[in-house]
């Protein structure tokens, strides 16, 4: 029982990598032959996948093919890689200039996931690793990525209320929707004290070549080094570099606001 759903789960994964080859369309015969699987159990599976959009069945042939979901996850993987790539000579730079923690960060529902990092060298840093998921309504990152949203699904994600993580923390939909509109207004999010007592956070937009925001670009540090004062020095250079990334993936200035 308990590797039951495992095989169902491996079958699925080995029916969808069939469909790398060439042909236009594959039936459930040549499918249950490719995968030696008796065709009722290749069946249930084309059903299944084809209810969440994977595979697609030709109505005039009867034949499946990869549906429209496939190509939207890859087209995701492919954002990330190109992101990752794109990132990296920017955020060394922007690390090596601030001197403080600088990490790249992209939405998933009301979180963020840290995709890219590179720490502070100062003794006192910050430690939140890459991968790490943090709720988006209390980061400077989150803000950002919130804010240019469309309206519709924006309004969706800060419905609230929100867990409240210190003092300090954003909890209701009308307090997060003024700091977005804020942050929209200069082309920059803070959160401070927000997540975390004594850490505090700046971050920028970064655009695909559609000038749609696709990652938030940030640095991070304790607050007795990152006041107020330093954080306006430190926000032009953040806005600049998360620009620079966003022309490496193909974005132009004069595309800027359509994804807002």
Avoid at 19 to 29: D, K
Wanted: aromatic share 4%; with cysteine; proline share 4%.
């Amino acid at each position: 029982m308990t590797d039951a759903p495992l095989t169902t789960v491996t079958n699925a994964a080995r029916l969808l990598k069939a469909f790398r080859a060439q042909e236009a369309t594959l039936g459930v015969s040549e499918l249950a032959r490719r995968l030696d699987l008796g065709k009722s159990a290749v069946h249930r599976l084309l059903t299944t996948l084809a209810a969440e959009g994977l595979i697609e069945q030709d109505p005039h042939t009867g034949g499946y093919r990869l549906g429209v979901v496939m190509i939207e996850l890859g087209e995701a993987v492919k954002v990330h890689l190109d992101l990752h790539a794109a990132a990296g000579p920017v955020l060394a730079h922007l690390r090596d200039e601030t001197g403080e923690t600088c990490q790249v960060g992209v939405l998933d529902g009301v979180d963020v996931v840290y995709v890219d990092r590179l720490e502070s060298a100062h003794s006192l840093r910050l430690f939140t690793e890459t991968g790490r998921r943090v709720p988006a309504h209390a980061t400077s990152s989150g803000k950002v990525l919130l804010a240019h949203l469309p309206e519709a699904e924006r309004e969706e994600r800060i419905a609230g209320p929100f867990p409240q993580l210190t003092p300090h923390t954003l909890v209701t939909a009308d307090a997060l929707r003024a700091e977005l509109a804020a942050a929209r207004a200069r082309g920059w999010a803070e959160a401070v004290h927000e997540r975390e007592i004594g850490v505090v956070s700046i971050a920028a937009p970064v655009r695909d070549r559609y000038g749609e925001v696709v990652a938030a670009l940030s640095i991070g540090a304790p607050t007795a080094r990152f006041g107020a004062a330093a954080r306006r020095r430190h926000a032009r250079s953040l806005v600049e570099a998360g620009e620079a990334i966003s022309r490496r993936l193909g974005w132009t200035p004069e595309r800027e606001g359509r994804g807002a």
